[in-house]
Structures are given as structure tokens and as C-alpha cells.
């Protein structure tokens, strides 16, 4: 008797699930002053593993623009793909970043990623479920301009 009682359950879980798009958020900040960098282009590649069948009516390579929050999202197609690839281009004349993710998206989403130049942890920068963060440091003055004459 309980049975289709649990089945109901199953089928109503799983018609829920269906409707819950998830979404990733990709924020671009300047880590002296943590003020965000909008404008910045943002490339996302949905990688899928081999045996994983990639939807056909979803673009793979998505190309976005950070707003003047220094944000951008997109949601994730369904299934999701494996893997995340994300990039963000900065004006390497200006900005030192590791600009550049390859990560599993369950990671992601789950637990958000930040991406810095730097080796010691920012308390004072916290990341959501489902966000990835690049933080730009500027390049210095003497870089600059002392930078050319090092390269040669």
C-alpha cells in the first residue's frame, strides 16, 4: 500500500529537480581595493567527458561581458556538462591574474572557487555556492616600467 505513496514522491522530486536551473556566477574584482572590473570579457567552455551526451541545442563556447557590478552569469544546460573552463581576459598591462579555471562543476556549484594571485587566504572574500571568483591585482608602476627593458 505504500508503495505507490513512495513512488509519488519519487516522481514529484524528480519533476522539481527538472525545474531548478543552475545557475554560475562569475565575478571580476581589483584586489587592492576590491572595487569590481566590469567590462571584462568572460569565456566559458562546457566540457563534457566522453561518455556524457552534451545537449545538441546548447552552445558549448559562451562568450559574456562583465556588467558594472563586475558580474556575469549563465545557467547550466541539463545534464549539466562535467567539467567547467573559465577565462576571463584582462589587460595583461595592466592586471596580474591567473585568470584561467578548469574545475569539476559539481565543485562549483557546490562550493564556488577563488582564483588570486596571491598565496595567502582573504578572510574578507567570501564566495557562494555556485560563484567563481578572479581577483586582478594591478600591475605596479615600476613594473611597467621597468618591465619592457627586463623582456628585452
Not at 578572510?123 to 623582456?151: H, N, Q
Request: aromatic share 8%.
Amino acid at each position: 500500500m505504500l508503495k505507490p505513496f513512495y513512488f509519488l514522491i519519487l516522481v514529484f522530486l524528480y519533476l522539481t529537480n527538472l525545474g531548478l536551473a543552475q545557475s554560475v556566477t562569475v565575478r571580476v574584482i581589483n584586489g587592492k581595493d576590491k572595487h569590481p572590473l566590469p567590462d571584462q570579457e568572460v569565456r566559458v567552455s562546457l566540457l563534457y567527458d566522453k561518455g556524457e551526451k552534451a545537449p545538441i541545442s546548447v552552445n558549448s563556447q559562451l562568450t559574456l561581458k562583465t556588467d558594472a557590478n563586475g558580474k556575469t552569469e549563465f545557467n547550466l544546460p541539463q545534464p549539466p556538462p562535467m567539467h567547467l573552463s573559465i577565462s576571463v581576459l584582462v589587460d595583461s598591462s595592466h592586471w596580474r591574474c591567473i585568470c584561467i579555471l578548469l574545475d569539476a562543476t559539481r565543485n562549483i556549484v557546490d562550493n564556488g572557487v577563488v582564483k588570486t594571485t596571491e598565496n595567502r587566504k582573504d578572510k574578507t572574500l567570501i564566495v557562494k555556492a555556485g560563484e567563481v571568483l578572479f581577483i586582478a591585482r594591478p600591475v605596479s608602476f615600476w613594473y611597467r616600467l621597468l618591465g619592457p627593458l627586463e623582456r628585452g
